[in-house]
């Protein structure tokens, strides 16, 4: 089944699109639990950690470098963020397409 990310990278279904190259794109949550909100999304439709693999060792260490590039970008690097993940339905995970949640403002507690 095609995600709804996938429908945001096509351009299917309108979203804020704060960076975007070949590999990947990142946008706001629609429902942000932080003052900054960002899924860094990849186009490669993995479904989550558990689904990737070797292949995809490029992909992930640029989504992270790309959560980097935007704590930059919104001035948030000194302050600091948090960068989190969710696998599977146990994990909380809602939405079945890999994406780091880049969050600042308000941190989640572990
Ligand atoms: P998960 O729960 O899978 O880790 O995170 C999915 C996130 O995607 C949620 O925080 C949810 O608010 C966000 N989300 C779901 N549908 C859309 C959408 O259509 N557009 C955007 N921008 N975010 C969405």
């Known amino acids: 089944m095609v995600s ?10 309108p979203s804020e699109i704060h960076y975007e190259d ?5 946008i706001n949550d629609i429902n942000p639990k932080a003052r900054i909100h960002i899924l860094v999304i990849p186009k490669k439709p993995i479904e989550n950690i558990n689904s ?6 490029e992909i992930l260490g640029h989504l992270l470098l790309v ?8 001035k948030i690097s000194e302050s600091g963020y948090q ?9 909380g995970q809602t939405v079945m ?3 780091f949640h880049l969050l600042s403002g ?5």
């Open 52 to 57: 990737s693999d070797e292949n995809d060792k």
């Open 83 to 91: 960068i989190l993940t969710n696998v599977g339905e146990g994990g």
């Open 22 to 26: 070949d590999i990947c794109i990142a």
């Open 67 to 74: 959560c980097k590039k935007l704590a930059k970008k919104f």
């Open 4 to 13: 709804i990310f996938s429908k945001i990278i096509n351009r299917e279904i």
């Open 97 to 99: 397409h890999l994406h």
């Open 106 to 110: 308000n941190a989640v507690t572990l």
